[in-house]
């Protein structure tokens, strides 16, 4: 395959994931900014928020203060920035639409169709009342997406640098979720341990659909921030931890080395996080410090993206 073939199904999948990520932080920032006593801190939610998104530089280049309005149509709709939603999938449909006939019409379909309907929704017409109806709808057009790629893609190096793409930006995503909720949002040790950190750590599980799951994995009906942490880092059961991800990139890794007969550094990187996170446990993890700890994952996780694309020869 191209390596111009194999960059555009790698970022047509990352930007579809990524524009779902989006959704997915945005509802976390609206929720916690309804919270009984977040009116105070509100700024510090949606900074969080544009920090999570690694927008807040971007933001802050056009806009002198943190609005929640404001913030909100940054995400959503600004094409000045590349993370926002409509940016994300404008750039998917893009890619997707380079390649057309190295994935299905099934694939095509469903970008195209989130593109066009998107295009449809004005900035003016996102009241709050509106907002979390049409991130469902982000949601559930990802999903689409995913589900015509699983279902009708060959699982051949098509599928392979797609899968790459998607779990990549979803285990960055993770990370910064994380990071975000421990070290920017709750910066006074006092904190720790109220119901204002407890209602965060409830949003950041709904955030990424484990607010259910968690609570039947531990049976535990409390939000403990230790198991909520080893939830999203290190459990294989959670489709949004670190370490599934980090497995569904060493698969399709190897579908690759399989396909093409040979492997390189980026297999390398790849088991190495892997094993990493396989081997962990959050004992280490907080000792050493979760800030740092996932700090140096999103360093390893943006090293492995540019290996990979040195590797397969993306433009």
Not at 59 to 70: C, F, H, L, Q, T
Not at 265 to 282: E, F, I, P, S, W
Request: hydrophobic share 40%; aromatic share 12%; with cysteine.
């Amino acid at each position: 395959m191209l390596g111009r073939t194999a960059s555009s199904l790698y970022w047509m999948s990352r930007y579809m994931e990524r524009a779902e990520n989006m959704a997915r932080l945005l509802e976390v920032g609206y929720r916690i900014s309804l919270m009984p006593g977040a009116v105070e801190g509100h700024r510090d939610e949606w900074r969080s928020t544009l920090q999570s998104a690694a927008c807040d530089v971007t933001y802050d280049s056009k806009y002198p203060e943190i609005i929640g309005a404001k913030v909100i149509q940054f995400l959503i709709f600004d094409e000045d920035n590349p993370s926002s939603i409509r940016a994300s999938i404008k750039t998917a449909r893009n890619n997707g639409r380079a390649v057309r006939t190295a994935h299905t019409p099934d694939v095509w379909e469903s970008i195209n169709t989130t593109w066009n309907e998107l295009a449809q929704v004005k900035p003016s017409s996102m009241t709050a009342d509106r907002l979390p109806v049409f991130l469902d709808w982000i949601k559930q057009r990802v999903m689409s997406f995913r589900g015509a790629l699983l279902g009708t893609m060959l699982r051949n190096d098509t599928y392979y640098f797609s899968q790459l793409g998607n779990f990549i930006e979803r285990a960055d995503n993770t990370a910064r979720i994380l990071d975000v909720k421990y070290f920017i949002l709750l910066p006074k040790p006092t904190d720790v341990g109220s119901d204002l950190d407890m209602q965060q750590w409830a949003q950041i599980l709904r955030s990424v659909s484990g607010h259910r799951s968690y609570r039947w994995f531990y049976r535990d009906s409390n939000y403990r921030p230790w198991l909520i942490s080893e939830f999203l880092i290190l459990k294989d059961e959670m489709p949004r931890s670190l370490v599934f991800s980090y497995t569904w990139v060493n698969r399709a890794l190897a579908g690759l080395a399989n396909l093409y007969g040979q492997s390189y550094d980026c297999h390398v990187q790849a088991r190495d996080t892997y094993d990493r996170l396989k081997g962990g446990n959050m004992d280490q993890i907080f000792q050493s410090g979760l800030h740092e700890f996932l700090q140096e994952f999103i360093a390893g996780n943006t090293a492995l993206s540019a290996s990979i694309a040195k590797n397969y020869n993306f433009p």
